[in-house]
């Protein structure tokens, strides 16, 4: 009895470290195609175009999230003395971490207080909307939505507003979905439409399709509180998030 035990043990033995063997080899094949697929995925610059539930999480989106404005460019002054540059920023910043917990890819033009341009450029805003652009392209991404805040010379006059590029058809569709989304949300104070437009620097110049939203007016006193608390600030991103997310999943 005892030499069989020994044998069977012995073989017992064997097949587990073939096992073993089998099982490691297998697994260093999944990660080095998964490995293939991102670097794939990374070169070519952009997602699939498909709908991007159920797809693969090595073929995510990806969403240029641009804050307007930045360093030595304020953008608009509002009625407190609050600078649009900063309330752009914090709300980018809350997209993205929204966007992230959905598994989209999220590329940033800027991610603090600066311009996109050096000292020495003689142009400042020329060059930092140039490299903006030159960014977003770069990126390729499957839309972009560049976060700014309005002003007008009349003090009641607020709300928001989605800009999209005249002739770019999925540039009007993610404009109507999100100011659909604002309209709702700020209520029957927002009755508009998202509106073309043909000569905004950013919508000439970037080939995908790209959103200028105007969250509200820095002009009016009630607004420009609202967009300066967190709470306002986070209920904006999560509606742009939101509205994005209908976009990308109902191409
Ligand atoms: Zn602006």
Redesign the pocket.
């Known amino acids: 009895m005892r030499p069989n035990l020994f044998r069977m043990e012995f073989f017992m033995a064997i097949l587990m470290f073939f096992l073993v063997f089998q099982l490691s080899r297998q697994a260093a094949v999944i990660v080095s195609a998964q490995a293939a697929g991102r670097t794939s995925a990374a070169s070519s610059g952009r997602a699939d175009a498909d709908p991007y539930f159920g797809i693969a999480a090595d073929r995510k989106p990806v969403v240029v999230l641009d804050s307007?404005?930045g360093g030595f460019d304020p953008?608009?002054i509002a009625v407190d003395g609050s600078l649009?540059k900063d309330i752009n920023l914090r709300i980018a910043q809350r997209v993205k971490q929204y966007l992230e917990a959905s598994d989209v890819e999220v590329v940033m033009t800027r991610d603090s207080d600066t311009a996109l341009c050096g000292e020495s450029d003689s142009n400042k805003k020329t060059a930092d909307m140039r490299n903006r652009c030159r960014l977003i392209n770069d990126a390729s991404p499957d839309l972009v939505v560049s976060i700014?805040?309005n002003s007008y010379h009349e003090e009641s006059v607020k709300g928001a507003q989605v800009f999209y590029y005249k002739s770019s058809e999925n540039g009007r569709r993610l404009a109507e979905i999100l100011q659909k989304r604002f309209d709702y949300v700020l209520g029957a104070a927002n009755t508009r439409s998202a509106k073309a437009n043909d000569s905004y620097y950013l919508l000439l110049h970037v080939k995908s399709p790209i959103v200028i939203v105007e969250c509200g007016f820095l002009s009016n006193w009630s607004e420009a509180a609202l967009l300066n608390t967190e709470e306002y600030q986070d209920r904006t991103a999560w509606t742009i998030h939101m509205g994005i997310l209908e976009y990308l999943n109902t191409r």
């Open positions: 307007g404005h953008g608009k649009e700014h805040q």
